[in-house]
């Protein structure tokens, strides 16, 4: 008997529910999800309200981005600063593989919301990888803009995986030369919670040596 000293037995003017009957009244995997989405709603205003004063760039390799993909993993072979950008290589599978990184923490915690690394192939073309925090709308994309010059295209999202979430696409000659050129990359994404735009900020503060330095470790010749 149960400790409410209730009966366990059915109510006879109330017969007990069949299994298929239990199944039906079973909240949907997407209304279940609704409570998780809505918590998280305020940790994500505070992630933004955050990157408002981000604390000072930097590009120093983290392990979470270390776990994320092979170029990052392994110990680092070679490591040099050049103003807010770094470029990093490191061993994989008996290959070096560079590239340059900039990162941005919260003031607070430190913790990685907004990172940027350039590989630059054998051919001289550069791909840029951007790892932008939760609680952007993804259909949106992301939007480029140097100092206050012309927006470029949208970027899509590709994926996001437990770091954050990744836009990656090529660098072009033009855009290249703009980034070398320039003071701030502007990143303009919309905020999942409200429909709002934001814009996140890239220091472009030693860019041009850092990508003259990475054209040099793999042999390729950058645009000027």
Not at 38 to 53: D, K
Not at 55 to 81: H, I, K, M, N, Y
Request: aromatic residues 4%; positive net charge.
């Amino acid at each position: 008997m149960p400790r409410c000293g209730c009966s366990s037995k059915p109510d006879a003017g109330h017969p007990a529910a069949s299994p298929s009957q239990r199944r039906r009244i079973q909240p949907s995997p997407s209304q279940r999800s609704v409570p998780i989405m809505v918590s998280l709603l305020p940790i994500l205003a505070s992630l933004f309200a955050a990157l408002a004063s981000p604390a000072s760039p930097s590009w120093t390799q983290s392990q979470s981005l270390q776990e994320r993909d092979g170029v990052s993993a392994g110990a680092p072979v070679l490591q040099e600063s050049y103003g807010d950008w770094g470029v990093i290589c490191t061993n994989k599978d008996k290959a070096t593989l560079c590239l340059m990184r900039q990162e941005q923490r919260t003031k607070n915690t430190h913790e990685i919301v907004l990172a940027a690394e350039l590989r630059r192939n054998w051919t001289g073309d550069m791909i840029l990888t951007l790892t932008m925090p939760f609680g952007v709308r993804l259909a949106d994309g992301v939007t480029m803009q140097v100092d206050d010059g012309k927006l470029s295209k949208t970027m899509a999202f590709s994926t996001c995986l437990l770091v954050g979430c990744l836009s990656v696409f090529e660098i072009d000659g033009e855009l290249e030369t703009k980034l070398r050129n320039g003071k701030v990359l502007n990143l303009a994404v919309t905020r999942f919670e409200d429909g709002r735009s934001f814009t996140l900020p890239i220091s472009l503060n030693g860019f041009a040596p850092a990508s003259d330095r990475l054209g040099q470790l793999v042999g390729a010749k950058p645009d000027n």
